[in-house]
């Protein structure tokens, strides 16, 4: 692959907030950071526009990067195994902390799945868009697991170890923000969280 086009794909999560995500904002910012061409694609339930969004521009150099929540996943991979299924583009991942906490049974459940990046997904996501711009069908990096194309076997998780932390990332993108008619903005100061709430999915555990 020579020119890689990266899909960041997401659904608002809660509407008393910003329909940013946080996570894929900055996911944006670092990848624009490291000259990798991408782009934020917001899905609203009931918006075919959206669903355009996704398919416009859409090639065999293109790799979809999806967010996935657990009130809309099942809509999400409605829409993405369909894309896979038609081989319309190269490879899709998600990642997020509902993908994270949920990797095994997602991975498993989901053929059609090419990885899921687990934690933070900086530093992994440069590291396999790398490997994939060298021409690597499979790529087995720490921070995630993947999906090997030639037998569909799923490779062990082996823990990234990060260098950066979180005032070396470049500010979160706000192409979402700046199209919105509210006033809301999404700002991270930390990541994870030492609680233990059994309803919640973003558990630091």
Not at 24 to 39: D, P, Q
Not at 45 to 51: G, L
Not at 71 to 79: C, E, H, N, R, S
Request: charge should be positive; charged fraction near 20%; glycine fraction near 6%.
């Amino acid at each position: 692959m020579k020119n890689i086009n990266v899909k960041l794909v997401f659904y608002r999560t809660l509407f008393s907030q910003s329909a940013a995500s946080v996570t894929m904002g900055s996911l944006s910012a670092f990848l624009s950071k490291n000259r990798i061409t991408n782009n934020l694609v917001l899905l609203e339930k009931n918006n075919f526009h959206s669903v355009e969004d996704v398919l416009e521009n859409i090639d065999q150099n293109t790799i979809i990067i999806a967010k996935p929540n657990f009130k809309d996943f099942y809509q999400m991979f409605q829409l993405l195994s369909e894309i896979k299924r038609q081989n319309l583009i190269n490879k899709i991942f998600i990642c997020g902390p509902f993908s994270s906490l949920n990797y095994d049974s997602l991975m498993k459940e989901s053929k059609w799945l090419d990885g899921i990046i687990i934690g933070n997904p900086e530093e992994t996501t440069i590291e396999l868009l790398k490997l994939l711009k060298k021409g690597a069908a499979y790529c087995n990096c720490p921070g995630g697991i993947w999906r090997n194309p030639k037998n569909g076997t799923i490779s062990s998780y082996y823990q990234r170890k990060y260098k950066l932390k979180l005032n070396d990332l470049p500010f979160s993108s706000r192409n979402i923000e700046i199209d919105e008619s509210g006033s809301y903005i999404n700002i991270e100061s930390s990541r994870g969280c030492p609680g233990k709430c059994s309803f919640c999915h973003i558990r630091d555990d």
